[in-house]
């Protein structure tokens, strides 16, 4: 009997928690320490081989995506539409965690000098508009490899057929790149099972404990947002059914929640979106690497709940006022984030200082990071995947 490759990840994953709970909660960690190192080594190989096919990945298919748009003239309502979907559903989730936090205020009344040894350890590196923009144009960003591939894309259309063989090179290279990800995704359920059992065996209990109102708050409005906003967004525009959207993009999801990459888990999302929903290649090329990149309501919206709660935990008062540039900077720092683990972490010090908080405080948002961005990137993931059916159903021709 053949199983399945969906169901060989679910059994991995479901393992992968089993044996987290055990070695890291239930075993002395002398015993346990040889056996996460070999989980470690499995996991790292398993992300580092993902990471490995992402810039030729983004690269082929943003080129051809952009080329095979423009020629088939479909690409005048793409921009747009794709621009007007990303704005839109970020400033909602900035905002959806904005009001919940408002309204339960996790962090009021905890002890700060809880954290002190976290915060006072911490080196701050100032991260201001400026530092921003170096960090957008570094050449080691791959934001810098969209801007190339878009041009690239763009000059192929330029020049027509005298870089006709240069087009038909970049999409049979584009085909090899997910024929090595469907070889790569053969390792997926040993892969998913190894993060996942470092990820729960590491997990610092006492600290989730103490933190547990903010968690729970952080998770319930970003499932709110994966759950409500988006699925009926996706319903109104689409009339896809959100239910058989989610069956579609299982795959992606779970591999989303265990890498916590949005990069890593586009050669999924590509091939769910495509052989599942159907979805205009030409299309999907150009929307989900771009949105993988640029698109992540999750992180918008977890930068935005954590800088509140870092106010309330100093006791200071965020006005109205102050509370828009937070969720305006949470929304350009989730740009700025580059769809690896913790990526948000770095933009989240931008977060703090537009308004004046402590960004030693980001000390205390790292040590609970790895078990939230699971849920951010799978809600970033499905942000993009959407985006792909309503860019399809408005500019697709
Ligand atoms: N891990 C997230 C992603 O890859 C980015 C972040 O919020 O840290 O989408």
Same mark, same amino acid.
């Given at each position: 009997?053949?199983?399945?490759?969906?169901?060989?990840?679910?059994?991995?994953?479901?393992?992968?928690?089993?044996?987290?709970?055990?070695?890291?909660?239930?075993?002395?960690?002398?015993?346990?320490?040889?056996? +996460?190192?070999?989980?470690?080594?499995?996991?790292?190989?398993?992300?580092?081989?993902?990471?490995?096919? %992402?810039?030729?990945?983004?690269?082929?298919?943003?080129?051809?995506?952009?080329?095979?748009?423009?020629?088939?003239?479909?690409?005048?309502?793409?921009?747009?539409?794709?621009?007007?979907?990303?704005?839109?559903?970020?400033?909602?989730?900035?905002?959806?965690?904005?009001?919940?936090?408002?309204?339960?205020?996790?962090?009021?009344?905890?002890?700060?000098?809880?954290?002190?040894?976290?915060?006072?350890?911490?080196?701050?590196?100032?991260?201001?508009?400026?530092?921003?923009?170096?960090?957008?144009?570094?050449?080691?960003?791959?934001?810098?490899?969209?801007?190339?591939?878009?041009?690239?894309?763009?000059?192929? !259309?330029?020049?027509?057929?005298?870089?006709?063989?240069?087009?038909?090179?970049?999409?049979?290279?584009?085909?090899?790149? %997910?024929?090595? !990800?469907?070889?790569?995704?053969?390792?997926?359920?040993?892969?998913?099972?190894?993060?996942?059992?470092?990820?729960?065996?590491?997990?610092?209990?006492?600290?989730?404990?103490?933190?547990?109102?903010?968690?729970?708050?952080?998770?319930?409005?970003?499932?709110?947002?994966?759950?409500?906003?988006?699925?009926?967004?996706?319903?109104?525009?689409?009339?896809?059914?959100?239910?058989?959207?989610?069956?579609?993009?299982?795959?992606?999801?779970?591999?989303?929640?265990?890498?916590?990459?949005?990069?890593?888990? +586009?050669?999924?999302?590509?091939?769910?979106?495509?052989?599942?929903?159907?979805?205009?290649?030409?299309?999907?090329?150009?929307?989900?690497?771009?949105?993988?990149?640029?698109?992540?309501?999750?992180?918008?919206?977890?930068?935005?709940?954590?800088?509140?709660?870092?106010?309330?935990?100093?006791?200071?008062?965020?006005?109205?006022?102050?509370?828009?540039?937070?969720?305006?900077?949470?929304? %350009?720092?989730?740009?700025?984030?580059?769809?690896?683990?913790?990526?948000?972490?770095?933009?989240?010090?931008?977060?703090?200082?537009?308004?004046?908080?402590?960004?030693?405080?980001?000390?205390?948002?790292?040590?609970?990071?790895?078990?939230?961005?699971?849920?951010?990137?799978?809600?970033?993931?499905?942000?993009?995947?959407?985006?792909?059916?309503?860019?399809?159903?408005?500019?697709?021709?």
């Amino acid at each position: 009997m053949k199983i399945s490759l969906n169901t060989q990840i679910l059994f991995g994953a479901s393992l992968g928690v089993t044996f987290g709970i055990i070695l890291g909660h239930y075993t002395p960690s002398q015993a346990a320490s040889p056996y +996460l190192s070999a989980f470690d080594l499995l996991g790292k190989i398993f992300i580092n081989l993902l990471k490995m096919i %992402m810039v030729p990945l983004v690269f082929t298919s943003i080129t051809a995506g952009i080329a095979n748009l423009i020629n088939s003239s479909q690409s005048r309502r793409v921009w747009p539409t794709l621009i007007f979907y990303s704005l839109t559903t970020t400033a909602l989730a900035g905002i959806t965690g904005l009001i919940a936090m408002n309204f339960i205020k996790p962090g009021v009344g905890l002890d700060v000098h809880l954290f002190k040894d976290k915060t006072n350890t911490f080196q701050v590196h100032s991260f201001n508009i400026h530092d921003f923009a170096n960090h957008l144009m570094n050449p080691n960003n791959i934001l810098t490899v969209v801007l190339l591939a878009v041009l690239t894309g763009i000059t192929l !259309v330029v020049l027509g057929e005298k870089s006709r063989t240069a087009l038909k090179l970049i999409n049979e290279f584009f085909e090899i790149m %997910m024929t090595i !990800v469907r070889w790569i995704m053969r390792l997926a359920p040993l892969g998913i099972m190894a993060l996942l059992t470092k990820l729960v065996a590491q997990a610092n209990v006492p600290l989730l404990y103490v933190l547990s109102k903010y968690i729970l708050v952080v998770v319930g409005t970003t499932l709110f947002h994966g759950l409500i906003t988006l699925p009926i967004i996706l319903w109104l525009i689409t009339r896809i059914s959100p239910w058989k959207f989610f069956l579609a993009m299982k795959e992606a999801f779970i591999t989303a929640f265990s890498t916590s990459s949005s990069t890593a888990t +586009l050669p999924i999302s590509l091939r769910c979106v495509t052989e599942n929903l159907k979805i205009d290649a030409a299309i999907a090329r150009f929307v989900l690497p771009v949105g993988a990149i640029l698109n992540m309501d999750g992180t918008a919206m977890y930068e935005a709940m954590a800088a509140l709660f870092v106010a309330n935990l100093c006791g200071a008062h965020l006005t109205l006022v102050s509370q828009i540039v937070v969720v305006f900077t949470a929304m %350009m720092a989730s740009i700025g984030a580059p769809g690896i683990p913790s990526a948000g972490m770095v933009t989240m010090i931008m977060v703090l200082q537009s308004v004046g908080l402590p960004a030693q405080a980001v000390a205390i948002l790292i040590a609970i990071d790895r078990p939230l961005d699971t849920i951010r990137t799978v809600v970033n993931v499905e942000g993009d995947c959407i985006g792909a059916c309503v860019v399809q159903k408005i500019a697709g021709s």
